[in-house]
Every structure is written in C-alpha cells, then in structure tokens.
C-alpha cells in the first residue's frame, strides 16, 4: 500500500516496485531503507539531509558506529542494519570466488576485491593466494595501515604464502583518497614482492589498486 504521508511523486517504494531500483536517487533508496523519519521531519527529507551531510550513500554507510549513532533518527539497531546489508552485498560478491572455481576473468577478481576493500577508511593490503589452477584458497589482509601508507614486509608474506601452500597470488591495496592510480611505491613493492615470491617458486598474477569507483592492475598496466 502506498504511504499516504509521501505525495503521489515521492513514493520510492512503489517507484521501485514500478520502474526497478535503478530509477531511484540515492537519497530514495536510503529512505526505503530508513522507512520512518523523526518528529517533525519525513523519512526522506531525513534521508536527503543525510545524504548531503555525510557526502553521499558512501560516506554514510562507511562512517563510524559513533558518527552513524550521533545523529538524529539513527541508533545502534540502524547502524547493524546497514552493516548486515554490507556484508550480505560482499557475501554475494564473493561467492563465486568461494565456490573453489578457477579466477575467469580480471573483472570477476576486481569486483571481489573492490567489495572488500573499497569501504575502509584506511589502507590495507591484502592477497588472495590460489592454487595451480587458479582457484582461491585464502583471502588475507595482511597489513594495515594510516590513511597514507601501510608497512608491507615481504617475509611476513612469503610466510603467509608457504603456510597458505599457494602456487600464485594477486596482491591488493586500497587508496582511501579516492584515487586508484598506482604511485612509485606501489610499484616498488610490487616488485620486491614478486623477487622475495620467486625465491620459493610463488609467482604473483597482479597486483591491484582500489579507488573509489575504480580498480587499476599494474599487470595490464606493464608495471611488473
């Protein structure tokens, strides 16, 4: 039925319902998600606000349990739905990968990496160690760090390697500033790491950069 409180235009779900998910603002869609307001404000003026307060869906459903529970209209049983929603979207992503099938494709592993690393407000380097055939068998953040940069320590991940009994691997980073464009470093590293990896016969596939939006392989890049 729809909400008598939400002129005929302003209905998100039964837009929905009507023209599909895609046809909704993003300030629409978290008004569906919300489903009521506070005293005094409708849930999607609510969700407007929100949207433009926290930059974006990105922004909102990144922030910290204190800054989400801090406003108005949210609380703690909000912030869990938001974190259950995320990580059913990841499990989803990820499902292929975890069904033990070979890597098809470049897009298959950017998008899995993407669903992982694309929400942290800080950098994290992470691998995914495979088989000879390609299929996965452990996906590790290995390393954390500031906004800036992260210690990457070659024989922490050797270790990890052997432990794994990996025969690949295809390293990841994200770039909490938005932009996925590799720097020096990240290409230093990159062949630090496939040098250390080569000693004990592991050879490293790629090695990919997560923006905001945007994922870069050094492989397809020539940067290895």
């Known amino acids: 039925m729809a909400d008598p409180n939400w002129p005929s235009d302003e209905r998100p779900r039964e837009r929905l319902l009507q023209h599909g998910p895609q046809s909704l603002s993003d300030a629409e869609l978290l008004a569906i998600?919300?489903?009521t307001g506070t005293a005094g404000t409708p849930v999607l003026t609510m969700s407007r606000d929100l949207v433009t307060r926290f930059g974006g869906l990105r922004g909102l459903m990144t922030a910290s349990r204190q800054q989400f529970c801090s406003i108005k209209g949210l609380?703690?049983?909000k912030y869990a739905q938001v974190q259950a929603a995320m990580e059913m979207a990841r499990r989803v992503m990820d499902e292929p990968l975890r069904q033990g099938d070979p890597l098809k494709s470049p897009d298959d592993t950017r998008r899995f990496l993407a669903s992982r690393l694309a929400t942290y407000p800080h950098e994290v380097f992470a691998g995914l160690f495979l088989d000879n055939r390609h299929r996965v068998l452990q996906y590790r953040e290995l390393f954390r760090g500031t906004i800036d940069s992260a210690a990457v320590y070659p024989r922490e991940v050797v270790r990890q390697a052997l432990e794994d009994n990996a025969a690949a691997v295809i390293f990841a980073h994200n770039h909490p500033s938005g932009a996925a464009e590799p720097s020096q470093t990240d290409i230093e590293?990159?062949?630090r790491l496939k040098d250390a990896l080569a000693l004990v016969d592991i050879r490293?596939?790629?090695h990919m950069?997560?923006?905001h939006g945007?994922?870069?392989s050094l492989?397809?890049?020539g940067l290895m």
């Open 33 to 35: 998600f919300l489903r």
């Open 75 to 77: 609380g703690q049983a």
């Open 189 to 191: 590293l990159t062949r």
């Open 204 to 206: 490293v596939l790629d």
């Open 209 to 211: 950069v997560v923006g």
């Open 214 to 216: 945007e994922v870069i």
């Open 219 to 221: 492989a397809e890049r």
